[in-house]
């Protein structure tokens, strides 16, 4: 089968991006759409035209590396899926595919496909840990976790964090992610004792990066690759307003969206304006 | 990674009132108090239906008590002026979270009330200013000059002119819209969601609209219609 793949390019950060297309022979339907790539970037290399840039690892549907829109769908047009593990027989011999970037203030582009999502790892490093006593390891099932409360836990833990519910959300909003996070560890009796701090911290977190307020809309949990459903966010919700209502230790400290490769680079999205 | 500390927000209702959460919150509980406003607003007005005596005589009551009706105006108006705050907000922060926009972009997961709420949301404003000068301070007199206590004739005599009950019916149906996502989205921004009574709750939310734009329109269009009680 052949495609056109209409793709943004862009050379770097600061620059402007534009869409070209590239028509692709000889794909094969079980091709993943990440292969096609490849084969497009073998032709680029051998024209000597600079490689599509995209990202990519474990290309089984789980490290949350790569994902781009396709047609105007985060993942492309398969319920979940991510763009590695989505084959090319999903598409019609001779259509075009519009292939473009994550656009949200929180995860600038950094080239062609790829953006900068470490807003994403701030959140989980202000509140997505527990405490845990070192010392002699405790037996095996001394905490009981009933069978119900784990398998919501490891529903909510399904989360690669690939960006796609951000991508997807009329808002932009992390919501989806920073919820995901708080629930997988919130259910959990390890995840109790900061129960109040984990919420509070990584909203404040979520907020301080930029990305839209959540309105209940529903995008983000229709493009989920693990389909994380939207009562996480409710869980969030719930834990924040309680965390708000009792938390005594409140001293939250979001730290400034900063990406430190590139100096200039600082993102003008300080809401507190310091 | 290079870390600044930035915004440590010591007091705690300051830092719930600028949170995307906390303003939902606030969202939704003022839209509780809006819905059972537009719901009981709705059971008055039915009383239409029972005649001129009967109308006029609930209009003469609710000012019976000044004020009861002004501590009641005043939870309204607080509750109106908060719900619009905290969406002004949102949609502030809507707007910057996404500066270069998408060439194509689907919806494949969401409703149509949902995604327009920006848009219901200042044209029922704008109604509900018309409305009030229409019918409360009769500052505007469609149809005939406006008799303070004669609710039926000022009904009949503003729904007979054809655009102002368009304008109405509109509205209303821009209303059904509003609680048809509000009415359920209130729940999971109080942080109540559940896969057994959430779908549900959505089917009373959609129920709880259609029941509303049903009571509100049947009064423009039996005047239009000429069937008067």
Redesign the interface.
Known sequence: MRVTLKIWRQASRGGSGKFVSYPVDNVNPDMSMLECLDVLNEQLIERGEEPVAFEHDCREGICGSCGFMINGVAHGPLPATTVCQLTMRHFKDGETLTLEPWRARAFPLIKDLVVDRRSFDRIIASGGYISTSTGGACDGNDILVPKETADRAMDAAACIGCGACVAACPNASAALFTGAKITHLGVLPQGKPEQDRRAIAMVAQMNAEGFGGCTNIGECTGVCPKEIPLEVIAAMNRDYLRGSWRARDNVVTPIRPFTEWSTGSKLKNDPTGG | ??????????I?PI??W????????IMAVTGIVLLLFVFFHMLGNLQFFEGREQINFYGAALRRFPEALWAARVILLVSVVLHIWSSV??AV??N????????????????YA??T?YWSGPILLAFIIYHLLHLTAGAIQPGGAFVEGDVYGNLVKGFSVWYVSLWYIISMILLGLHIR?GAW?L?????????RH?PLLKKLAMLFAVVVVLGYVAIPVSILAGVRP
């Open positions: 990674m290079a870390t600044t500390v930035i915004g440590t927000r010591e705690r830092r719930f600028e949170s995307t959460n906390g303003q939902k919150a907000k949102l922060r809507k910057g979270a996404r500066p270069t926009g998408y060439t194509a972009r689907k919806n494949i997961n969401s409703s949902s995604r709420m996502h989205s729940f999971q921004s109080l942080g109540m969601n559940h896969p959430t």
